[in-house]
């Protein structure tokens, strides 16, 4: 064969054989990347739960946090703990099967008053003014109070001495 037919036969080849490569999947995707801000409170411990299991993950300052993945008997590895061991600033990357999460870590003390977050983010703060409920009336019975004991006239007989760690013992 002469090198112009096999040239051509490769030219013919190449053009068939790349629409194949082209249709077989492939499992390497780029995984989207979500950016998040991390508030934490130095020396305690925080539970960071994902919906997917996690790959790995990279901290950007070692020595001021202690992280990590929690294991469970299915081997889900979507949970893990964080905690910051001082107050400091640092990047914090995980990634999972589908997924890399960019955190910005602060751990500071805050002096805020106490409160909660509802899922879209909004504070909503704990009024100690706000009155109770005024309970409601089945019966005999009032509902969303504690039980009252029974009156009774209670004997010195009765009344067992005890004091603590120590066992009851009876008069």
């Not at 299991?53 to 889900?76: Q, W």
């Not at 006239?153 to 009851?168: A, M, N, Q």
Request: proline fraction near 8%.
């Amino acid at each position: 064969m002469n090198i112009k037919v096999k040239n051509q036969l490769n030219v013919i080849f190449f053009a068939l054989a790349m629409p194949l490569c082209l249709l077989i999947p492939s499992n390497t995707t780029a995984a989207s990347e979500i950016n998040k801000k991390l508030e934490l409170k130095p020396n305690f411990t925080h539970l960071l739960t994902f919906d997917e299991k996690i790959v790995r993950y990279r901290i950007g300052d070692e020595t001021a946090f202690n992280v990590e993945i929690l294991p469970d008997i299915m081997n889900s590895r979507n949970e893990m703990l964080i905690k910051p061991l001082k107050e400091a600033k640092t990047n914090f990357l995980v990634w999972t099967e589908n997924h890399v999460y960019n955190f910005d870590v602060n751990a500071r003390q805050k002096d805020e008053e106490t409160g909660f977050f509802k899922f879209n983010g909004d504070k909503k703060t704990v009024s100690p003014k706000k009155q109770a409920l005024k309970p409601i009336t089945v019966g005999k019975y009032k509902i969303d109070l504690p039980p009252e004991p029974p009156k009774q006239t209670l004997d010195k007989s009765s009344v067992i001495d005890f004091e603590i760690d120590l066992p009851p013992t009876f008069n």
